[in-house]
């Protein structure tokens, strides 16, 4: 089972970094941070007679983890009650991906990659962040992706995600059952 954590901070060792760290221990996975990619953001020429146009980016790293993932894992801070720009930018290319002619078979794989979402922010983010989650989980139906979990997270400096107990037992909730499935006994 291939796994791929897309990472949205832009903080290095983000809190959100750290709790995908946590779900994903011992579990053999690929790690994307956006930061380090160049993504340009869309341009919407879906209407356009010529549709949309090549982006000479690091875009089709997104594609090729999509093509090659059983799980996804978005784990980002909660900016402004939403996902961080690094990864809305991200998310707005698919709609430009799912059109791409050399991925014909994007839009059917991911019907098949599981999502899970993993948030964390500072300002009562159980609360605050779950407009966000629905957010994902209309972006998720709207590709027929299977959402399975999300864990919401609070913190605000660097490393304080470490003394987010409810959190932290959730990732070891999410990490045994990945691990159940991924080495069943």
Known sequence: MNITAFIGSSRAGSNSEQLADYVLEGINHEKIDLKNLTIEPINDLRHDDNGFQFVDDDYDQIIDAFLTSDIVVFA????WYSMSGLMKNMVDRLSQAIRDERFPQLKEKLQTTEAIVLA??????????????QQFQYIFD??????SSYII?????????????????????????LKARIYPI
């Open 120 to 133: 964390v922010g500072g300002d009562d983010p159980y609360i605050k962040g779950l407009p966000m989650i």
């Open 142 to 147: 709207f590709l027929k992706m299977p959402f």
């Open 153 to 177: 997270g609070e913190a605000n400096k660097p490393g304080e995600i470490s003394h987010d107990a409810q959190a932290l037992a959730q990732a070891s909730i999410l990490n045994k059952q």
């Open 76 to 79: 980002t801070p909660i900016y």
